[in-house]
T-cell receptor, first 116, second 111 residues
């Protein structure tokens, strides 16, 4: 399977704990995105990388959230001091980023976070 | 701030019916509009429409972009139970690559 993969698929944690999620994009995709989705809502943009550079961050992304893509391949999203309001599905997507190539975003299966 | 409104929010039809889902948007310097299908997992890409292509077709699904009315429709003909899902519309503006999504339309196709 050469699609976007995410790990873990499910995470249950206690309030105040730190969690880290991983995303592996489609190989050779330069752009990688993180979204958050809660029940009854569409995905909400969090941040985006072009190769290893983090180029956009949503103003909704609090200081407790940090994302990295150190080698321009996989990415991690860390949430520090989790709160119950962080409970959501965290989706990763990737797109080509090459000039002249269609840039639709392809999504991974998501990581469902539950904060108790 | 970019905005996407989808209607209806939910829809129940019988197998074989034709349905039309609506999406209206506000975006700074429109780049593209995308439709996704979401079952109990991540969104699956259906169509991307840009200024250079106002209509797309794939089997029983088709989509039209109306740039004048700032809207798009997704048509599904001869619906099947497997079409039951949430259909998401998203827009992307120039100068950014983030997608702004609507809340989705939940389609239920009953036998």
């Amino acid at each position: 399977d050469t699609g976007v993969s995410q790990d873990p698929r499910h995470k249950i944690t206690k309030r105040g704990q730190n969690v880290t999620f991983r995303c592996d994009p489609i190989s050779e995709h330069n752009r990688l995105y993180w979204y958050r989705q809660t029940l009854g809502q569409g995905p909400e943009f969090l941040t985006y990388f072009q190769n290893e550079a983090q180029l956009e961050k949503s103003r909704l992304l609090s200081d407790r959230f940090s994302a990295e893509r150190p080698k321009g391949s996989f990415s991690t999203l860390e949430i520090q001091r989790t709160e119950q309001g962080d409970s959501a599905m965290y989706l990763c997507a990737s797109s080509s980023g090459l000039a002249g190539v269609r840039n639709e975003q392809f999504f991974g299966p998501g990581t469902r976070l539950t904060v108790l | 701030e970019d905005k996407v409104v989808q209607s209806p929010l939910s829809l129940v039809v019988h197998e074989g019916d034709t349905v039309t889902l609506n999406c209206s948007y506000e975006v700074t310097n429109f780049r593209s509009l995308l439709w996704y299908k979401q079952e109990k997992k991540a969104p699956t890409f259906l169509f991307m429409l840009t200024s250079s292509g106002i209509e797309k077709k794939s089997g029983r699904l088709s989509s039209i972009l109306d740039k004048k009315e700032l809207s798009s429709i997704l048509n599904i003909t001869a619906t099947q139970t497997g079409d039951s899902a949430i259909y998401l519309c998203a827009v992307c503006g120039a100068g950014s690559y983030q997608l702004t999504f609507g809340k989705g339309t939940k389609l239920s196709v009953i036998p």
